[in-house]
């Protein structure tokens, strides 16, 4: 019997295939692996009898998607998560899920040890380890890719040959691409440019704006208590609901983003991103509450949004803080609903159209006409009392200036 137990997040490619042999030989131990759907369009079919042909005793693949979308993304959608004010943070977001469900995995299989395949200077090698330790903090993790003898893709091919480990004989893609419903991340290849544009191979589920209709396309989007519920009319459950503005969002060019972010480890980097729905989702919610959220609220809220942000990206979803932060979001969202209408032009996403039951913007106090029901009059008493403090400086100033002015 083998001396270990290791549960491997597995995803099939040449990183995670060679890892279970590798392991499996390194470690003494029987391998099982887990494969998460977070609705990514790469094909899982297969996958079991791959992991089983790589050295596996046992493979689990979960579909995801659903959790993913309403116990996670919903969740970050509703807080106004966008880290560094652009990311909406599919990759990050998963992670999570991803690690709690591999613990589950180990749980259940009574696995003493769970291995990733992330890097050694990328933010998921984090996300994984922190959660795993934070729900599990006996499993050891392993993150072979930190350590093992393997220099380059080449080597883990010639290995991979060596043992009959099954690798795809596909092209290799130029861009290393992490994918699931919400998102899409391409990083690597010409990209680590960042005077270079990103060229038209690196995105997989927009078009460009110049190939975008020339003629604008309108899309509403319905929120009840801050979570989407409907497109142009029609109810949706989660799932089809993300698919449905990833499509729209997509022809019309909307969704990609090209930034440099800070990352966790300490570096700058270069990412490109593909997010139709999560864009056009954060715009449209983020709309909604300009019109339903009072005023203090709405500011206090954007000071949450961007530490809720930076607990995503820095693999703190699972901590006291995010899960107060959720209280006071929860607490937020409960008049956020409605609609929103966005006009989608070449990329671009404008906003045309909100209503609410909760609207707190009166027609009445707002308008400039006689219907008009504003105390002009009150804001005389208002300025004066509001104004008091500065005119106050001034008046001491000036008074210690001249004072000062007759001592010499
Ligand atoms: N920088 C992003 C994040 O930390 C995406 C990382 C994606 N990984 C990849 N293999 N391309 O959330």
Redesign the pocket.
Known sequence: MAKNKIVVAYSGGLDTSVMVKWLKDNYDAEIITFTGNLGQTKELIGLEEKAINSGASKAYVEDLTKIFLEEYVFPSLRAGAM?EGA?P?A??IGRPLLAKTLVYVARKEGANMVAHGCTGK???QVRFEVTVGALAPDLINIAPLRTWEFKSREEEIDYAKKHNIPVAATKENPY???ENIYGT???CGVLEDPMIEPPADAFQHTVSPEEAPDMAEYVVIEFEKGIPVAVNGKEMDAVSLVKELNKIGGRNAVGRIDMI?N?LVGIK?R?VYEAPAGMLLHSAHTELERITLEKSVAHYKNLVSQEYANLI?NGLWFSPLREALQAFVDKTQEKVTGMVKLKLYKGNIIVSGRTSPYSLYDPELATYTAADQFDHKASEGFIKIYGLPYKTINRVEQKAEAEKNQLV
């Open positions: 880290y990311y943070m990759c990050s990328g933010n998921d290393s691409i992490d991340a391409i990083e972010e990352r980097s990412e990206y």
